[in-house]
């Protein structure tokens, strides 16, 4: 049964991509249909983070194609990706340490000037992450770890973007916290966000995506729905393979 | 008799013309962590566009201030575009050679266009002096105030209510992530170094006003000065700077008033060392800042070296050692000396700095070490000349590694700075240990060269006395290198961290390095004092360090061959078409440059 998906937002097209001598990633093909929320699964090292990085223009693969709604994002800086509408929510949060929760919330609008539309937004995030309110004048560093995954995600949404790629948007944090962060990404995908998001956890990310890959070493081995993956014992291996390598 | 309010004024003054050079060097170091050792150079730029506006242009005082920040802006722009930039994905070594040939290059051009006589810089403002307590200050003490502080509010103002500004803390703190939100980080360069550069340029003017002179030895005085001030305060950190700035004026005013001028350089730098060793990330530093050097990576550019065939090279070392008995003038002699005691140098910093990856840049203390040595124990206890020379060289080997031993600890740029500052320390201290030294007056009437009761006067013997104490010296390293030693050293520089968990004892491996070193740097330093006959605490400066560094970037880090060929080609080409003394550094640091750009392996290639 092939369900007709939306025409792709994110197109990465047989990614080749090499660290000095090292390939990373053996032709990648992954698409996030618009809309949609995909997650690319994977064990340590199996490249995941370098697929965010491909598509923030962070490193250039050696070959291979990728667009954003139809344009070829190749040769693009990363400021010039961020501006066609692609927001980050890095590996580790990477908040700037001693800038103040707000500033941090506020460097998300960096690529705007709409100053009244900002400050509407930054309402907004506090009512979206509602802890984050009494936080505001705190340096963003001495937040916890839950937080500044908050702050990381109000942070990426007040670029207005079209699309959100995460890294690991769970990693470290509590089952509390970790259910609240995945209730988020769907209230933000409900919205009309697309996400992409970088996961070990197949069986948490499997809960809210619609699609996911499985990366291997730099290879896709396996993708499709995720209501398919979540019964696939291979994914349940590769799961697990995941874990062990940790 | 000046109280000492008037030397809290000084230093406080003095702290605030230091400020306006650290807080830029605070600013640059935040956002590409490099020390810029260009600063002090836009410094004395600043300086003189300021005497150019004062003196020719006859431009009131507000118009000369901003003439200068705007000029001094400009050349920090185009520093870092046609500079910096290109260097962007280059080891991270470049980017600092880089500052350094710059330095060069700007120092030797505003020589070549004012001449290197001090010119009279003149305040524009009443000398007229106030009451202030038990001490005095006068209208220009207060412009410099006014500027410090307008300055530092100034910034305040545009890092925290400015949309650049806001991007230049972000990029300072993260510089990937601030990619990620949209900040274009080569605008974020382009206003640091602009900034920077005005503030600059500005204290040199009011430096030169302050003290009614300027000269072109004000540029290196002010990198090292901005350095101490920011170190002091802690990389990268604008306020620290400022703080760092203030400490190091009052610690060198009140180092003045207790133990005379002579001193104040001494204070700075020993400052320096004991911030570095006990706190290197700065007086202010918060534990959980991340250390401001990224931990691994290359530092230095790898290579696949040139092989030369040991029957080539046995033939160009015969040949060299025929040469004098060809008809060659004396001056070719003479030049292929200065090769030779260059060369000796040249393999102690290639060891240090190309083989455990310490870059030096106090290299000329060794040189100093061994050439007081040998001089004083040949002149007071008549030692024979030979024993002396090796005693100097045994001498620099100690002293040199028991000075360098707290910075073994440091990394990357942090190494540099400690070694810039050692080296600064042991030439203070000649210059203040009179007792031993003699002072600023120096050693003269060193018994020339002489081997076993033989003197070595004629060309010919002086020439073949270096040349082979130098192949010695190339063989006895090339042996070293190929040893399990010499890998373990290449282990170090390549990740230390790795080297530590594989049991190298990463101390007792860099003080062998240094022992070896120090030993053919303070031979070459003997040599030198008794070919000279006179020395003082300026023959061997921080230029010849860097000359020396240029020499093995030449030859290609770590490379023995290469050191040597890199001395003869240094010392020799500009011999061979005569280039006019003037304009040889200038070609050193063109040279530096071209090579950190395009062939940052050498001509031989690192090893
Ligand atoms: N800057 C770099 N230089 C060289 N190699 C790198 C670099 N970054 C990553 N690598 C290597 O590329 C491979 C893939 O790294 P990547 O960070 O993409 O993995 P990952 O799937 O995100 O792993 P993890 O689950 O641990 O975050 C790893 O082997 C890693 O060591
Ligand atoms: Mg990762």
């Known amino acids: ?246 | 008799m000046a109280s000492w309010l008037d030397y809290t004024i000084n230093g406080l003054i003095v702290g605030n013309v230091y400020a306006l050079v650290a807080v830029g060097l605070a600013l640059i170091f935040g956002v590409s962590r490099l020390i810029n050792f260009a600063q002090g150079s836009i410094y004395l730029v600043g300086a003189y566009i300021g005497w150019v506006a004062v003196v020719q242009l006859h431009t009131p005082l507000p118009i000369t201030i901003i003439f200068v920040a705007v000029v001094a802006a400009l050349v920090g722009l185009i520093i870092e575009r046609f500079g910096l930039r290109p260097l962007q994905n280059s080891v991270r070594i470049a980017p600092l050679l880089a500052t350094i040939g710059i330095s060069f290059v700007l120092d030797q051009l505003v020589m070549l266009t004012f001449s290197p006589n001090p010119r009279a810089l003149p305040s524009q403002l009443p000398d007229v002096r106030f009451q202030l307590g038990g001490g005095t200050i006068g209208p220009l003490d207060l412009l410099i105030a006014g500027v410090g502080i307008s300055s530092a509010l100034s910034l305040f103002v545009f890092l925290r209510y400015s949309k650049l500004g806001w991007a230049v803390r972000a990029a300072s703190q993260d510089r990937d992530a601030a990619m990620q939100m949209g900040v274009d980080v080569n605008r974020v360069n382009q206003a640091v170094f602009g900034i920077a550069a005005a503030l600059g340029g500005v204290s040199g003017l009011l430096v030169g006003m302050y003290y009614n002179q300027i000269d072109t030895a004000m540029s290196l005085q002010a990198t090292l000065k901005g350095v101490v001030a920011e170190v002091v305060g802690g990389a990268g950190n604008v306020p620290g700077a400022v703080v760092g700035s203030l400490l190091l004026g009052l610690v060198e005013s009140y180092g003045v008033a207790v133990f005379g001028t002579s001193y104040r350089n001494l204070f700075a730098f020993l400052l320096l060392v004991v911030v570095l060793v006990l706190r290197p990330n700065g007086l202010f530093a918060s534990a959980r800042q991340a250390p401001p050097e990224p931990l691994t990576g290359t530092f230095i550019a790898p290579s696949r070296p040139v092989r030369i065939p040991r029957w080539a090279l046995a033939v160009a070392v015969a040949a060299f050692a025929v040469l004098p008995l060809l008809p060659v003038s004396f001056y070719m002699l003479q030049t292929l000396i200065n090769a030779w005691l260059l060369g000796m140098l040249a393999l102690s910093l290639t060891l240090v700095a190309g083989t455990i990856g310490q870059v030096s840049l106090g290299h000329a203390a060794l040189l100093a070490i061994g050439a007081y040595t040998s001089a004083l124990l040949s002149l007071t206890l008549a030692v024979p000349v030979g024993l002396a020379i090796i005693a100097g060289g045994l001498m620099s080997a100690a002293l040199g590694t028991i000075l360098i031993s707290p910075s073994f600890r440091l990394r990357g740029h942090y190494v540099s700075i400690a070694t810039l500052a050692i080296g600064e320390i042991v030439s203070l201290v000649i210059l203040n240990w009179e007792s031993v030294t003699r002072g600023p007056i120096g050693i003269s009437g060193i018994p020339p060269l002489s081997l076993f009761g033989y003197d070595l006067i004629s060309p010919n013997s002086v020439y073949w006395f270096s040349f082979a104490v130098m192949v010695a010296l190339a063989l006895l390293q090339a042996r070293l290198l190929s040893s399990h030693l010499g890998r373990s050293f290449r282990a170090i520089r390549d990740d230390d961290i790795a080297a530590r968990a594989y049991g190298l004892s990463l101390n007792r491996y860099k003080s062998l390095a240094f022992i070896f070193g120090g030993f053919a740097a303070g031979v070459s330093g003997g040599i030198a004092a008794h070919l000279y006959s006179y020395i003082n605490h300026e023959t061997f400066n921080t230029q010849q360090s860097i000359l020396a560094l240029t020499v093995v970037i030449l030859g290609g880090l770590g490379n023995v061959v290469g050191a040597v060929v890199g001395a003869v080609a240094l010392v020799g080409l500009p011999e061979i078409f005569r280039i006019a003394a003037e304009y040889r550094i200038l070609i050193y640091g063109i040279v530096l440059l071209l090579l950190v750009r395009f062939r940052p392996q050498g001509l031989l290639g690192t090893i």
């Open chain 1, 1 to 246: 049964m092939t369900m007709s998906s939306p025409e792709p937002l994110l197109a990465l097209t047989n990614v080749n991509t090499f660290y000095g001598q090292a390939q990373v990633h053996f032709g990648l093909s992954i698409t996030v249909g618009r809309g949609h929320i995909v997650c690319l699964l994977g064990g340590n090292a199996s490249g995941k983070s370098t697929t965010m990085k491909i598509i923030l223009g962070l490193v250039k693969p050696r070959s291979g194609e990728v667009t954003f709604d139809g344009a070829s994002l190749i040769g693009l800086t990363t400021p010039q990706i961020v501006r066609r509408g692609i927001a980050s929510v890095p590996e580790a949060r990477r908040l700037f340490a001693d800038m103040s929760v707000r500033e941090n919330i506020l460097m998300g609008a960096f690529v705007r000037s709409d100053r009244e539309a900002i400050a509407q937004d930054l309402d907004k995030m506090l009512t979206l992450f509602p802890k984050l309110g009494q936080r505001l004048s705190q340096r963003a560093g001495s937040l916890s770890g839950g937080e500044q995954q908050m702050v990381a995600m109000a942070r990426a949404l007040m670029s207005r973007p079209r699309m959100i790629v995460m890294d690991e948007p769970t990693m470290g944090l509590s089952p509390l916290y970790v259910d609240r962060v995945l209730e988020l990404i769907r209230t933000i995908n409900q919205e009309g966000v697309s996400v992409f998001m970088v996961e070990q956890n197949a069986s948490l990310a499997l809960e809210i995506a619609h699609e996911a890959y499985v990366l291997q070493t730099g290879k896709i081995v396996l993708s499709g729905s995720a209501r398919t993956l979540k019964d696939d014992p291979r994914v349940r291996d590769a799961y697990l393979g995941g874990s062990e390598a940790a």
